[in-house]
C-alpha cells in the first residue's frame, strides 16, 4: 500500500525560508578580518541571500554548474551556502589552506564558473592562475576600494556583484536528490576526491545533527563554528543552524587563544566545534587567563579528543567536550559519544574512557567492523575491524566514480579506520589503516600510544609513527611537543608507556623526540606522511 503522505522535497530553500518565518529577529554575528563586528539578523540574511540568488542567476549561473567560495567563516559565506543550492547551483567550497596542486586540481575538476574569495585569500589564488581553467570571475568578499581587483580577472565586489540583484523572491522546483554541495577529501592518499551532497542528504543530515543525543543544536543557543566553512561544510553546523534559528556567531580570522577566547565571552557562546588542535591551545590560554565564558558544549572531532583533554576541560571550566567522529564522504557528523543516562553513576575514570570514544552511530547510520575476510567482529570492546558505514548521507561513489577499494560489493563505506565496537554500540578507532605500526608481525596502535603520551600534564601534543627497522620491520617513534615553559622527558614518557605496552612495542628511548611543533595537514590533524618522510631523510 502507497502511503497517503504529500510528495515534498527536503531541500535547502524550505530551511532558508522558514529562517525568515520563524526566527528574522535573531542575529548572526561575525568578527571580520579588521576586527570589525557585523551584526544583522536573520530577516535580513535572507532579503540578502535572495539578492545573491537574482545577481548569480544575472551573472548567467545555471543549475549543475559549480560556484566556488574561498574563504573564512563569515556571514557572507553563510549567504552563499544558500543562495547557490537555491537556485540549483553547486557550492564547492574549496580548502583554502591546500597545496598548490591541490588547488588547481580540484578547480579545475569541479569546473567552477565563478570564485568568491576573501582579499587576504586572494593571493594563493593570483599565484596559481595561469593553471586555472575556466573560471569567469572572480568576487571579493571584503574589499571595494581596490577594484577591480588588481591580479584577478573579471574581478568585482561582493557588494556590488550583490547590487546587481534585486529582492524579487523565486524558488523554482528542486528535486531532492539533486546536488547541493561538493567537497573534497584533503588528499592525504593521492588526489583529493570529490563527494557530492545532495539537498536531501545535507537536510537530513542537519536534522540529525540538531537531535538531542547529537549535537542537540536548538534555538536558545549561541554557536560558533571554529571548525572552517570550507572543511565539510563546517561539519554541517551552518546549515542544522539556521534550521533551528540559534544566534550565529562567526569568528573570521579569529581561532586562537585569546582571539577566540575573547569572542566566545563577548558573544555569549554556549556552544563551539572543531579539531582537537584548536581547544588544546585555548585550554592553555584559559588556564593563564579568567574569562567568564557561557560555554557548556565543545564539539570535538576530526582527530581523538586526547582523555586528558575531555577531563582537563569538565573538571577545570565546567565544559563538556563532545566526542564525534566523521568523515568527508559521510556529511560528515556518522558517530556522537554522548554519555547515556545508566552511565551516570560510573566511576568517573569509567565515564571519561566512554567519553573519549568516538560514540554511537546517529540515528539513520548504520555501523559495522569486519575483518580482512569481510566477516563481522566481536562486539566485546577489544577485537579490532574496519569500519564500515551506510546511511542516507554517507557517499554511495566519488565525483570521478566508485572506486572498488572503497565500497564493499553490497555498497557499504569501507572507511580505513580500524575501530573496536562494544556491547552498548560504542565505536571506537584504534588507528587509520594506514596508520597501524608493525612490529615483529604484530599491530600497534599509534593512536593509543599518542593519547598515553598526551595525558602527560606537560605536553602540548604527540604524534606517533613507524620507522623502518631491520629487526622488528617498523619501530615507533614518538614526536612530543612540550606545553611553553616546559620539557619532556623521555625517560618519564617510556616508564609511562611501559605501564600499557608489552616490551616489544615500546619505542627505543632515543626515538622519543621533543620538536617544537608537529605537521598538520590543511584541516589540522597531524600529517604522518611528512614526518615518515622526515624519518626517511
Ligand atoms: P581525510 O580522510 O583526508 O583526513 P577527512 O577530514 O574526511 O579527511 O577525515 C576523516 C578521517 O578523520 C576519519 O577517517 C578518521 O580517521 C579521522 N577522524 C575523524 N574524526 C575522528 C575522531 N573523532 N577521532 C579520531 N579520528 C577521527
Not at 102 to 119: M, P, R, S, T
Not at 185 to 211: A, D, E, I, Q
Amino acid at each position: 500500500m502507497r502511503s497517503t503522505m504529500m510528495d515534498y522535497p527536503l531541500v535547502l530553500p524550505s530551511i532558508l525560508k522558514r529562517a525568515k518565518d520563524a526566527h528574522p529577529h535573531k542575529e548572526i554575528v561575525t568578527k571580520w578580518h579588521d576586527n570589525s563586528i557585523q551584526r544583522y539578523t536573520y530577516g535580513e540574511f535572507y532579503k540578502r541571500t535572495i539578492r545573491l540568488m537574482n545577481a548569480l542567476r544575472k551573472a548567467g549561473v545555471k543549475p549543475e554548474e559549480a560556484i566556488a567560495t574561498f574563504c573564512l567563516n563569515h556571514s557572507a559565506h553563510l549567504e552563499l551556502y544558500f543562495a547557490i543550492p537555491s537556485i540549483r547551483a553547486v557550492l564547492h567550497t574549496i580548502n583554502v589552506r591546500l597545496f598548490p596542486e591541490q588547488l588547481v586540481y580540484i578547480i579545475n575538476e569541479a569546473k567552477d564558473k565563478f570564485i568568491f574569495v576573501d582579499k587576504s585569500l586572494a593571493p594563493a589564488l593570483e599565484k596559481n592562475l595561469d593553471q586555472i581553467k575556466g573560471v569567469q570571475k572572480f568576487i571579493i568578499i571584503d574589499d571595494k576600494e581596490n577594484m577591480p581587483f588588481p591580479n584577478l580577472p573579471n574581478s568585482i565586489s561582493y557588494e556590488d556583484f550583490l547590487a546587481t540583484g534585486d529582492e524579487t523572491e523565486h524558488f523554482e522546483p528542486i528535486d531532492e536528490f539533486e546536488a547541493a554541495c561538493i567537497c573534497y577529501t584533503s588528499g592525504t592518499t593521492g588526489n583529493p576526491k570529490g563527494v557530492v551532497y545532495s539537498h536531501r542528504s545535507t537536510y537530513l543530515h542537519s536534522m540529525s545533527v540538531c537531535m538531542g543525543d547529537a549535537l542537540a543544536l536548538c534555538e536558545k543557543e549561541t554557536v560558533l563554528p571554529v571548525v572552517p566553512m570550507f572543511h565539510v561544510n563546517s561539519w554541517g553546523i551552518p546549515f542544522a543552524s539556521v534550521m533551528t534559528g540559534c544566534k550565529l556567531v562567526f569568528p573570521g580570522k579569529h581561532l586562537l587563544g585569546a582571539g577566540l577566547a575573547e569572542l566566545l565571552e563577548s558573544e555569549g557562546v554556549t556552544l563551539t566545534a572543531g579539531v582537537p588542535t584548536v581547544w588544546n591551545v585555548l585550554y592553555q590560554h584559559l588556564k593563564k587567563t579568567k574569562y567568564n565564558l557561557k560555554l557548556h558544549t565543545m564539539v570535538v572531532g576530526g582527530s581523538a579528543a586526547p582523555k586528558g583533554l575531555i577531563e582537563g576541560f569538565e573538571k577545570d571550566f565546567g565544559i563538556s567536550i563532545l566526542h564525534a567522529w566523521g568523515m568527508t564522504e559521510t556529511s560528515p557528523v556518522g558517530t556522537v559519544s554522548r554519555p547515556r543516562s545508566f552511565m551516570n553513576d560510573w566511576k568517573d575514570e569509567e565515564r571519561y574512557a566512554y567519553r573519549a570514544k568516538q560514540g554511537v552511530a546517529m540515528a539513520g547510520v548504520e555501523i559495522r567492523a569486519v575483518d580482512d575476510d569481510g566477516k563481522d567482529v566481536p562486539k566485546d570492546g577489544h577485537t579490532p575491524g574496519e569500519l564500515l558505514v551506510r546511511g542516507p548521507w554517507i557517499t554511495g561513489s566519488y565525483r570521478s566514480g566508485v572506486s572498488p577499494e572503497s565500497f564493499t560489493p553490497d555498497g557499504w563505506f569501507r572507511t580505513g579506520d580500524v575501530v573496536v565496537l562494544d556491547q552498548y554500540g560504542y565505536m571506537q578507532i584504534t588507528d587509520r589503516k594506514k596508520d597501524l605500526i608493525k612490529t615483529r608481525g604484530e599491530w600497534i596502535s599509534s593512536v593509543d600510544m599518542e593519547n598515553l603520551v598526551m595525558a602527560d600534564p606537560d605536553v602540548l601534543e604527540a604524534a606517533v609513527v613507524g620507522r623502518k627497522d631491520p629487526v622488528r620491520d617498523e619501530a615507533p617513534v614518538v614526536f612530543v611537543v612540550p606545553v611553553e615553559g616546559k620539557s619532556v622527558d623521555p625517560k618519564k614518557i617510556l616508564e609511562r608507556l611501559k605501564e600499557h605496552f608489552a616490551h616489544w612495542q615500546l619505542p627505543k628511548l632515543d626515538d622519543i623526540r621533543s620538536v617544537p611543533s608537529v605537521p598538520k595537514t590543511s584541516v589540522g590533524k597531524f600529517d604522518k606522511k611528512i614526518l615518515r618522510k622526515q624519518l626517511e631523510e
